[in-house]
Nanobody
Framework: QVQLVESGGGLVQTGDSLKLSCAAS????????MGWFRQAPGKDPVFVAA????????YYADSVKGRFTISRDNVKNALYLQMNNLKPEDTAVYYC???????????????????WGQGTQVTVSS
């Protein structure tokens, strides 16, 4: 099992920056990749970004490309999401997720991730 705990959410204004963190514990050696998803009110969770754990290859949803940066610290077993130039449409609960087998073709699918955190709220006011 892998346990994930997100932190860093909050209320910010349009154009502000925010950095989310996700602390991983347990059988982290089994993790092949990690990602961030977000769920806006009344909508399904959607893919935001992913990173392969060993090589650090990164992937982004078009909606956040150029504004968000995903990174990881293998020593600390931590995942990060630096969010810049935030917009009201970025408002959502952000979830950290871990996959034991990463596939680029299906990395945006929620079902490809085996472990999930409890989520952290990000609210961007206009």
């Amino acid at each position: 099992q892998v346990q994930l705990v997100e932190s860093g959410g909050g209320l910010v204004q349009t154009g502000d920056s925010l950095k989310l963190s996700c602390a991983a514990s347990g059988r982290t050696f089994s993790v092949d990749a990690m990602g961030w998803f977000r769920q806006a009110p009344g909508k399904d969770p959607v893919f935001v970004a992913a990173i392969t754990w060993n090589r650090g290859n990164t992937y982004y949803a078009d909606s956040v490309k150029g504004r968000f940066t995903i990174s990881r610290d293998n020593v600390k077993n931590a995942l990060y999401l630096q969010m810049n130039n935030l917009k009201p449409e970025d408002t959502a609960v952000y979830y950290c997720a871990a996959a034991v087998r990463f596939n680029i073709a299906t990395m945006t699918w929620r079902t490809e991730y085996n472990y999930w955190g409890q989520g952290t709220q990000v609210t961007v006011s206009s």
